[in-house]
C-alpha cells in the first residue's frame, strides 16, 4: 500500500470482525513502532500486549468507570444520547490489545531535547503509536486506541514501575468497516473533519 494510501485509509476502528490478528502481524507493526523517531534517541515507548480475557475484562471495567463520569459532564441531552450511541471502545471484542506507557527513567541521565519540556518523550510514544496504527493499516488490520481511563489504576493494574505513565490502550484486529471512507465521529454526525490543517505563515 502507498504511504499516503495508509495514512489516509487509517482510522480509529471500533469494530471488528472475529478474526485473529496473525502473531508476524503484530510483530511487524511492533518493529514498525520501535523504528519511530524518538527525542534524544529515548525510545520512552514500552508496550504489554494483553491476550488475557480477564485482564481485558479488568480493563472494560476501568474503561466503563471512567465513561461515566465522562458522561456526567455533557449537559446538552441530545448530545448525551448521541454519545451513548457511540461505540467508544471493543476491548473485549478483540483478540489482542496492547497497553501503551511512557517509560521516563531516561531523564534519570541527560536527555537531549527534553530541557525545554519533558513532555517531548510522551510526544515520541505517540510517533511510536503511529507506526503500529500504519503499518496494522497497511497489512489490512486496524486499532482502536482507548483514552477514556483513569490512567493511575490503569497503571496499578499492570503493576508497572512508577516511572511508566500511561499513554492508553489499544484494540487491534480486523477492521469490520471503514465507516464510508471517513472518521467513525463523523459518520455518526459527532464532528466533522476539517478539511485543511491551520497553518501560519511568518
Request: charged fraction near 25%; charge should be negative; proline fraction near 4%.
Amino acid at each position: 500500500m502507498d504511504l499516503y494510501d495508509c495514512i489516509y485509509k487509517r482510522r480509529d476502528t471500533r469494530h471488528f470482525t472475529q478474526d485473529d490478528l496473525p502473531e508476524e502481524v503484530l510483530e511487524k507493526a511492533l518493529d514498525a513502532a520501535h523504528a519511530a523517531p524518538s527525542v534524544g534517541l529515548s525510545e520512552p515507548w514500552r508496550f504489554i500486549v494483553v491476550k488475557s480475557q480477564e485482564r481485558k475484562k479488568e480493563i472494560k471495567d476501568l474503561f466503563q468507570e471512567s465513561n461515566t463520569k465522562a458522561e456526567s459532564q455533557i449537559t446538552d441531552s441530545k448530545q448525551t444520547a448521541l454519545y451513548n450511541s457511540l461505540k467508544l471502545e471493543a476491548i473485549e471484542e478483540t483478540p489482542i490489545g496492547i497497553a501503551i506507557f511512557c517509560d521516563t527513567s531516561t531523564l534519570d541521565s541527560f536527555t537531549i531535547g527534553t530541557i525545554g519540556n519533558t513532555s517531548t518523550l510522551e510526544w515520541s510514544c505517540a510517533c511510536a503509536v503511529q507506526n503500529l496504527w500504519l503499518s496494522l493499516t497497511e497489512q489490512g488490520y486496524g486499532a482502536g486506541w482507548v483514552s477514556i481511563l483513569d490512567y493511575k489504576k490503569f497503571e496499578n493494574l499492570f503493576e508497572v514501575p512508577e516511572n511508566w505513565r500511561s499513554l492508553g490502550y489499544m484494540c487491534l484486529g480486523k477492521p469490520a468497516t471503514d465507516y464510508d471512507g471517513q472518521p467513525m465521529l463523523q459518520k455518526e454526525k459527532w464532528k466533522v473533519r476539517s478539511k485543511k490543517p491551520y497553518v501560519k505563515y511568518v
